[in-house]
């Protein structure tokens, strides 16, 4: 069965709010989610909502964790994958450019 393209990652980091009370930084942004470094990773299938803090305005945005990988070593990150499911369609272009 063919698949879609999946859109182009871009590697920014803007700094995000989860849940509007912890605090995370993107690793790449694309139109259809992200990748976020975090304190602590919510399992696969768990929904966030939460920030994106760009130049100072606040861009709501609703998604779901399609992977997780806790840091391996004391230094390294936790990250997760996030794939948007609502994001404000007149700020997309700060996601895909």
Not at 14 to 33: E, I, K, P, Q, Y
Not at 46 to 75: I, M, N, Y
Not at 82 to 93: G, H, K, N, Y
């Amino acid at each position: 069965m063919p698949t879609s393209p999946r859109p182009a990652r871009n590697s920014r980091r803007f700094s995000l709010l989860l849940g509007n009370r912890v605090f995370a930084r993107t690793a790449d942004v694309s139109t259809g989610g992200f990748s976020v470094e975090a304190p602590f990773v919510f399992m696969p299938g768990s929904l966030l909502h939460g920030t994106f803090d760009v130049g100072g305005c606040k861009l709501p945005f609703r998604g779901e964790v399609v992977w997780a990988r806790p840091a391996g070593q004391p230094q390294a990150p936790n990250r997760m994958g996030v794939r948007l499911t609502e994001f404000p369609s007149e700020a997309q272009w700060l996601l895909g450019g």
